[in-house]
């Protein structure tokens, strides 16, 4: 009842949303419903909480991932191949310079859409080696997997990625476990497999997607082998995220059993059953594993990495911070007669500022000692991690403390007054887009607020448009101490 019910609060979920929280949930009927919601969005259900290109660039990466997962969804293909030309578009739209730095990111994303579409020519017709060996390396003939063997043991060597050598060590174990492949040809790919695993461990830096294909690799060659002994120091080497990855899980599964330790792998089983839910591979599993199938008949090749790029946790990881922006309506702040936020840039940052000040209020007491709160600088970077941590990765805004430049004091040694210092600036992308500065207010006297508030144009050296005044009142009764403010400054300050 609570996965019914967890399941439909999940669905009414924008898709973008959904299309990332999928990738962290492992039950095969909760997965089916949301593949279902995603294959009959529309691509503006897709696109329209989206402002940015990183953004969409992100959403495509997983979406891509999850058509991978099934093959067979056609519906949810299209619908990604729609989302990936409108961005492709948007792009063209902005300016040749948008498109150079974009065109890697193009051309290999074209190149998975057309796999995922079955235009093999396509890809062989385009630059890209990557995807041109992955298409061999998914071909069942002999010929076709030594060819994508040379083809990423050659893109290794000039470039140095490790999913090309991750795929080199693939396509070495599925040739010297191919029934088409000699004795002779067996033992040479397995000697080379062998040597490629070295490189992986010695030279190469492997995120946790890249770890999972390697190692149920290495299940797969040593139990086609007959080695129990590596197959179990695989095992003993698989990291602890990886324990019950279905890709993992079932080959230890399979090793429990054949090492007569069936307690061991009814037990794992029933984690696993728990995690997935009774799938058909479970079931099939379960068979095999109470002696109702041969091994042979369940026992097939892992999978491969499909993407270039070695960043997929990371991209997995930076979509669990999106958020959908409630409108710029709600950016548009009235004051008087003026309205803050026309420009969807400034209206965006007006509503991440206001989000993050109601974050940072919740947690104001917590800072206190002795009835008073406490200093400025707490309170600047408590709102700066509060910002990033929801807006940076996503969304390509964030805060840095900038209160290294200019000096602290209020009048100088000389008598003359002092610029003082920048609390925070806000960047988008590599553009400064505003300044925060921090404030403890602990009476509305209206010559120390006009002090510290005249500065703000003072430091702001690079005549940014948008700027904040955050208070930070130490005072019993914060809404009077803020009304008499806004009397005081509200037009001095719109």
């Not at 007054?417 to 300044?435: F, K, P, S």
Request: glycine residues 4%; negative net charge; contains cysteine.
């Amino acid at each position: 009842m609570r996965e019914q019910s967890f399941c439909e609060r999940l669905l009414q979920e924008p898709p973008e949303r959904l299309s990332f929280y999928m990738q962290y949930i492992d039950k095969q009927s909760m997965r089916d419903q949301i593949r279902g919601r995603l294959s009959q969005s529309t691509l503006g259900e897709f696109t329209k909480n989206i402002c940015f290109i990183p953004t969409e660039q992100r959403l495509i990466q997983n979406m891509i991932q999850i058509c991978f997962q099934d093959q067979e969804d056609t519906e949810l293909i299209a619908i990604t191949e729609s989302v990936f030309q409108q961005l492709k578009q948007i792009i063209h739209n902005k300016g040749k310079h948008v498109e150079k730095e974009n065109e890697k990111w193009l051309r290999d994303t074209q190149c998975l859409i057309d796999i995922l579409c079955k235009r093999e020519d396509k890809v062989f017709k385009s630059n890209s080696s990557f995807y041109q060996a992955y298409i061999y390396l998914n071909r069942d003939d002999m010929e076709s997997m030594v060819k994508a063997e040379k083809m990423y043991e050659e893109l290794y060597k000039d470039q140095k990625t490790a999913s090309a050598c991750v795929n080199q060590y693939v396509a070495c174990i599925r040739i010297c476990t191919c029934m088409q492949c000699s004795q002779a040809m067996k033992e040479r790919y397995f000697t080379k497999a062998e040597r490629v695993e070295e490189v992986l461990e010695n030279q190469c830096t492997l995120d946790l997607e890249q770890m999972k294909i390697v190692y149920a690799n290495r299940f797969y060659l040593y139990m086609r082998r007959g080695d129990t002994a590596e197959t179990y120091r695989t095992y003993i080497m698989l990291p602890d995220e990886l324990k019950y990855e279905y890709a993992c899980a079932q080959y230890i599964v399979r090793m429990f059993a054949e090492n007569g330790e069936p307690e061991k792998a009814q037990e794992y089983l029933e984690q696993l059953s728990k995690r997935y839910g009774e799938t058909k591979e479970l079931m099939e599993l379960r068979a095999e594993v109470a002696g109702k199938v041969s091994n042979a008949a369940t026992l097939k090749r892992p999978a491969d990495l499909v993407n270039e790029e070695n960043n997929i946790e990371i991209l997995h990881n930076a979509l669990l911070q999106i958020r959908k922006l409630q409108g710029a309506s709600i950016a548009k702040v009235r004051l008087g007669n003026s309205v803050v936020g026309e420009c969807m840039i400034e209206a965006h940052l007006l509503y991440m500022v206001l989000y993050a000040a109601l974050a940072l209020e919740q947690y104001g007491n917590l800072f206190k000692y002795n009835g008073h709160i406490a200093g400025e600088d707490t309170y600047n970077k408590w709102f700066q991690v509060l910002f990033n941590g929801r807006n940076k990765e996503i969304y390509d805004y964030y805060v840095m403390d900038q209160s290294q430049e200019g000096t602290t004091q209020g009048t100088l040694d000389n008598g003359y007054e002092g610029i003082g210092r920048l609390d925070n600036a806000v960047y988008h992308g590599d553009r400064m887009i505003g300044i925060v500065e921090g404030l403890i207010l602990r009476s509305a006297d209206r010559a120390s607020i006009e002090l510290h508030t005249r500065k703000i144009e003072g430091y702001n050296s690079r005549h940014v448009s948008t700027a904040f005044v955050l208070i930070y009142a130490d005072n019993d009764n914060p809404l009077e101490l803020w009304n008499k403010y806004v009397q005081l400054f509200k037009r001095n300050i719109i």
